[in-house]
Structures are given as C-alpha cells and as structure tokens.
C-alpha cells in the first residue's frame, strides 16, 4: 500500500511539474488579457488615479508579457527580406515605432549604438505602424544591423500594431525582450526625445541608461 501511495504521489508530482512548465504562448493570450487589462489602465489615468494606472501595468506585464514565448512569425524587411523568428537563435529586442511618434525618433541613436555594441549577439527588429511608402526619411536614420518591418496596412487604431501574425496593443515606442529559447522577458515603454528643454545630449544619455539596464538580462 505505501508503495502505491508512493507512486501515485510521483505521477502527481510529476503533472504538477508539467503543467507548470509547459510553455504558454503571447498570440493565444495577447487579445483578451491585454485587451482588459489596458482598458482599465487608460480609465485609470483618465480618473487621474497614477499610482492605479501604475499597479494595473505593472500587472499587465506580470500576468500577460513575462514569461509568455513568442510564435514563429515570418516579418517582411523593408528590402523585403523574411526573417523569421524561429531562426534567430540569439537574443531579440522586438521593438514598435511609428514615424509621427516623437519619442521613437528619439531613442534611434540609441539603438544604432546598441546594434552595434552588439552586432552578432542580440537581434535587434522594429515594427512599424506605417507601411513601407512613409518610412523613407525615418528608415534611413537606423543603422542597417537593425530589421526594419513595414505594416502592410495601417490600422486605425494607432496604438496598435499587427504585423505577419504579431499582435501589438501597447502603444509606441515599446520594446519586447526576448531570450534565446523565445521567452519574454519584459517590456518597456517610451523613451526621451528633444524639447526646448531637453537637448540630444541629454536624451540619448537617458534613452541609453534605460535601455542598457532592460537588455541586461540577456548581455550579462
């Protein structure tokens, strides 16, 4: 009898564990558990409640981002290359702009200096709100280590992204941080950019601290 209890105690330990680790991924939660959960965030900053709004992103990314493994997608380049995810066998930094968001041409310098910090090491790839026709002046400023993706249809939700399958809510700039076995790591949002009272100096030293310290736990 002990011996029986024994071994039902192990199968169960056992599908305990397998359930724990099998692998839950981003498209198949993205729609609803961000949906919500960002619906309740902009009500929040609309009722003027900051810390609520902070609490309820900080969930979001907790409860639908972290953790959740990213499909293979098959993005379209600008010079209309397909990379496709499940080759890169290297980090990723899976990030959204969008050429009338200020903050994205901001941190541009940043991530060219990154690129090339880590060329070879990390892939870097940017998804683009807007199609391939707008992106001359804006895609030129990139340094050509980075992917660039163009939307093929510009949605009319603008704080959305998708793109081959991709499936963004979360407004521009952001940033996905992708190990090498396609987990997410995090997600990060927004980035400095010039103003009458913030020169390029100051914006590219911040953008890069903020962005140094996010990809940290794949460069160390």
């Not at 499909?71 to 290297?90: A, G, L, P, R, V």
């Not at 895609?139 to 939307?151: E, M, N, T, V």
Request: with cysteine; hydrophobic share 35%; charged share 30%.
């Amino acid at each position: 009898m002990r011996k029986l209890f024994f071994a039902i105690g192990i199968l169960i330990s056992f599908n305990s564990w397998s359930q724990s680790t099998e692998k839950i991924y981003y498209k198949n939660i993205v729609d609803n558990c961000i949906e919500d959960l960002n619906k309740q965030i902009n009500q929040a900053w609309k009722d003027k409640e900051s810390e609520k709004a902070r609490a309820l992103f900080d969930s979001l990314i907790n409860n639908c981002i972290k953790g959740k493994y990213l499909s293979n997608y098959d993005f379209k380049t600008i010079k209309k290359e397909i990379i496709s995810t499940d080759n890169i066998d290297k980090p990723i930094v899976l990030l959204t702009s969008a050429t009338w968001c200020g903050p994205c041409w901001g941190e541009i310098p940043t991530l060219n200096k990154l690129a090339k910090k880590y060329d070879g090491k990390i892939e870097f790839i940017v998804l683009f709100w807007n199609k391939k026709k707008d992106l001359k002046k804006m895609a030129s400023k990139y340094d050509k280590r980075i992917h660039l993706i163009p939307s093929e249809s510009e949605p009319i939700d603008k704080s959305s992204i998708m793109i081959s399958g991709f499936n963004h809510k979360l407004d521009y700039p952001a940033a996905y941080l992708i190990d090498k076995n396609k987990k997410i790591l995090d997600l990060t949002r927004g980035a400095a950019f010039p103003t009458k009272d913030m020169d390029w100096d100051k914006v590219n030293e911040i953008n890069e601290k903020k962005l140094t310290e996010f990809i940290k736990p794949v460069t160390e």
